[in-house]
């Protein structure tokens, strides 16, 4: 933090700079896994024939190995022949290194007063976590409140900086294509869920949250938001689905409007340019809020086969579920990509949160599902009446469930009970079904029982493992 607050003293003597100064009307097409692919028209004065171009105000976290430039005013008379990247930025890392053996000054504690500092003439012998010096002979490894660096090293830049070597054949005066991958630019999705009283109904909508930690500030750029999972290892395959891409219209479409498909993956086009700021986070809407309907239940989800160590009951609570289908006939149609979704409902003239839960991707046709929390006036008890091993890897179990309710309503709930192995019922009390090869599932009405007697179901099962 010491080292923090010198470098960034240092920085503020710097000379101003606007960050990507060229980057206005930049596109940028972001991934949700942190790094986005960017293209900027930079006007540059370019040398006659072979030469040296310097590129700057890049933001800090881009990849040199992505960098691909071509000419768009002159295309077919620019050649490049060399890039070169002075990647070592101005740190009070790369300070420290950079003044190893020569003289700064720190800023210590003086032990004569509780508040008292003094200023010390050292040279820096190392630049680890905990730096030694040379102070007045002697080599010290103790606190300081600062550094003060002479100057600024040559060399060193606040942000990276790009030197292209060129054979121009064209006019000294040309706009750049500049088209690279940057880190630290993502962006995440909120939905909100505003459900009415009996649950039935919903009012959804959707924004996107853009954070951009780059290190560069983008004005009036026009935002692309890649849903998906690109796989980042592969450099060249990325870099290869971000090339078609950048070739491809830049019509932006409504929020509202279907996005279009790339490769195996959805892609947004925000309607209107956005400005960027490093540090900054905004949200936009990524469709206009729709009514469709919706879902509650009840679910209770557990292990059939017992360990064989419940000696007591087992109490068992139940997830409340909020289910919509992502229909067009039913109000939406847009495929959603994964996020957080928080549930509201409005009553009494005020509104309550009900929960959130992730939101998986959830294509066009396909439901979605969400657990928001646990009922407080449903519960089961669990007890184990049978449980023996018939087998090597066979066994029988018999479970009494007693399920109370205490509102005033009957409720519907759904009981899933998770058998291993190879199973069959050997006896029960209610009707069930086999919605998946693992899962017995019960669909219960259960009355109001207040202070009474629970509503009980009995089962029993035999499996092989």
């Not at 006659?48 to 890049?58: A, D, N």
């Not at 199973?423 to 693992?438: F, I, L, Y």
Request: charge should be positive; proline fraction near 7%.
């Amino acid at each position: 933090m010491k080292l923090l607050i010198c470098a960034l003293a240092l920085l503020a003597l710097l000379p101003s700079q606007a960050l990507c100064k060229d980057a206005g009307g930049a596109r940028l097409v972001i991934q949700q896994n942190g790094q986005a692919l960017i293209t900027e028209l930079r006007p540059l004065t370019l040398p006659k024939g072979t030469g040296q171009v310097q590129i700057e105000g890049l933001p800090a976290t881009f990849d040199a190995h992505s960098m691909q430039v071509r000419s768009q005013s002159a295309p077919g008379k620019l050649a490049i022949l060399g890039v070169a990247l002075d990647s070592e930025l101005l740190s009070p890392s790369t300070l420290l290194k950079r003044h190893l053996g020569k003289t700064v000054v720190l800023i210590l504690p003086d032990g004569k007063s509780r508040d008292g500092r003094v200023q010390k003439e050292a040279t820096p012998l190392t630049a680890d976590d905990t730096p030694l010096f040379l102070v007045d002979g002697k080599v010290y490894a103790g606190p300081y409140e600062a550094i003060l660096f002479p100057g600024v090293p040559d060399g060193l830049t606040a942000r990276p900086r790009l030197s292209l070597s060129v054979d121009n054949h064209g006019p000294a005066a040309q706009t750049l294509d500049l088209t690279y991958i940057a880190r630290e630019i993502s962006w995440s999705m909120d939905y909100v869920l505003t459900l009415n009283a009996a649950g039935t109904e919903a009012l959804l909508s959707g924004w996107a949250s853009i954070a951009n930690r780059s290190g560069a500030d983008f004005a009036d750029a026009k935002v692309e938001l890649l849903a998906g999972s690109p796989r980042v290892a592969d450099r060249f395959t990325t870099r290869a689905l971000f090339a078609a891409e950048a070739n491809k219209s830049l019509a932006l479409a409504a929020p509202s409007a279907q996005p279009e498909e790339l490769f195996e993956y959805q892609l947004y086009r925000l309607k209107r340019p956005i400005s960027l700021a490093n540090q900054q986070t905004r949200q936009v809407p990524l469709f206009e809020p729709v009514s469709l309907a919706a879902t509650r239940t009840l679910i209770g989800r557990a292990q059939a086969l017992p360990s064989g160590r419940e000696a007591d009951p087992v109490k068992e609570k139940l997830d409340v579920v909020v289910a919509f289908r992502n229909s067009k006939a039913l109000g939406l149609g847009l495929p959603l990509p994964q996020g957080t979704l928080r549930a509201y409902q409005d009553a009494a003239g005020a509104r309550h949160f009900l929960g959130e839960a992730p939101l998986e991707r959830t294509p066009v046709g396909a439901k979605a599902e969400l657990r928001l929390g646990q009922a407080f006036d449903l519960g089961v008890e669990r007890v184990v009446t049978q449980f023996e091993k018939t087998g090597k890897q066979s066994y029988r179990a018999a479970w009494e469930l007693r399920i109370r309710n205490a509102k005033d309503k009957p409720q519907r709930i759904v009981l899933q009970e998770l058998i291993p192995g190879k199973w069959k019922v050997a006896e029960t009390s209610n009707k069930w079904s086999r919605p998946a090869a693992g899962v017995l599932e019960f669909h219960l009405d259960v009355p109001p029982t207040g202070d009474g007697d629970p509503l009980i179901v009995r089962y029993s099962f035999t499996t092989e493992l």
